[in-house]
């Protein structure tokens, strides 16, 4: 009955290799966005999509796309990617765009290992 | 640009005893004020939270001080239990984007 669900949990592959994290949600939110967190534990937020429509788009490398299917999905593909791409993703989702009180719910992560 | 800053970076405190973490953040546009709690290999889950027009809100053991004036807020964990050691991010959310602090690793000890 898991709310956010991401896969994988974990992830390892080498430079240059071009690899997918998938999100689901199954809270109704209509708000989805993709963190990254480093090795010092630093949340980041890389994108948003509010109904399958990007929203935030952090300063991100361009090998980094998010694709929404629909607003219970938002998947996150990665090209070539890179030692320093080596961090825990984590998948979260709110409802009404986040705006007043509305909680984020996150997923479990996926640990993406570089090598 | 770290537009919310937290404070200490790791905590340790005697079970029984009180953590304090603080955070301060520069935007005034910032509407809402979340802490969020992380256990190792877990996603962060929401703890409490509060909005600038109020200065303080309380549920559990669980406390949040916030001073608007000083652009300044704090989680205040009362009888801090081993089961409390965790890492601590404070939150600050304007438009749609939630700004995390730096996080806090709480480590309660017998």
């Known amino acids: 009955d898991t709310a956010v669900s991401q896969t994988p949990k974990y992830l390892v592959t080498q430079m240059g290799n071009d690899k997918s994290i998938k999100c689901e949600q199954n809270l109704g939110h209509d708000t989805m966005y993709w963190y990254k967190q480093d090795s010092k534990k630093f949340l980041k937020i890389m994108f948003s999509y509010n109904n399958k429509e990007l929203i935030i788009n952090e300063t991100v490398p361009n090998r980094f796309s998010p694709k929404s299917p629909d607003k219970a999905h938002l998947n996150l593909h990665i090209n070539s990617l890179e030692l320093g791409d080596s961090a825990v993703y984590f998948c979260a989702s709110s409802q009404a765009g986040g705006r007043g009180d509305t909680e984020a719910f996150f997923g479990q992560g996926t640990r993406l290992t570089v090598v | 640009q770290q537009q919310v800053k937290q404070s200490p970076q790791s905590l340790i405190v005697q079970k029984g005893g009180i953590s304090i973490i603080n955070c301060a953040y520069e935007n005034t546009a910032f509407d809402y004020f979340p802490w969020y709690q992380q256990f190792p290999g877990k996603g962060p889950a929401l703890l409490i939270a509060?909005?600038?027009?109020?200065s303080e809100k309380k549920e559990g053991r669980f406390t949040i001080s916030f001073n608007k004036s000083a652009k300044q807020f704090s989680l205040h964990i009362m009888d801090s239990q081993p089961g409390d050691s965790a890492t601590y991010f404070c939150?600050?959310?304007?438009?749609?984007?939630?700004?995390f602090g730096t996080g806090t690793q709480l480590k309660v000890e017998l």
């Open positions: 509060i909005r600038p027009d109020v």
């Open positions: 939150a600050a959310r304007g438009g749609n984007k939630l700004t």
